[in-house]
């Protein structure tokens, strides 16, 4: 189950900020909700770039390459 943590984190992440998008936009408040949602973004792309880094890092070590 440990492999798919990632995919549940990125999955978690994007289902509250669309969820907040949905809230903000509903109360009239729409450019927080898209502030929102640029938030979420860039999260998930930390958490991708990060991802991809230990990624990197495990291959290097498999191939035990300098």
């Known amino acids: 189950m440990g492999s798919l943590q990632p ?19 509903q109360s009239g408040k729409e450019d927080y909700a898209h502030w929102v949602t640029l938030l979420g973004f860039v999260i998930v ?11 990197f890092a495990e291959v290097k070590r498999v191939f035990q390459l300098n």
Not at 7 to 25: D, E, M, N, P, Y
Not at 45 to 55: K, P, Q, R, S
Request: proline content about 0%; aromatic content about 14%; glycine content about 10%.
């Open 7 to 25: 995919i549940f984190q990125i999955a978690g992440v994007g289902f509250i900020a669309a969820i907040l998008h949905t809230v903000l936009k």
């Open 45 to 55: 792309l930390f958490m991708v770039a990060h991802y991809l880094g230990d990624l």
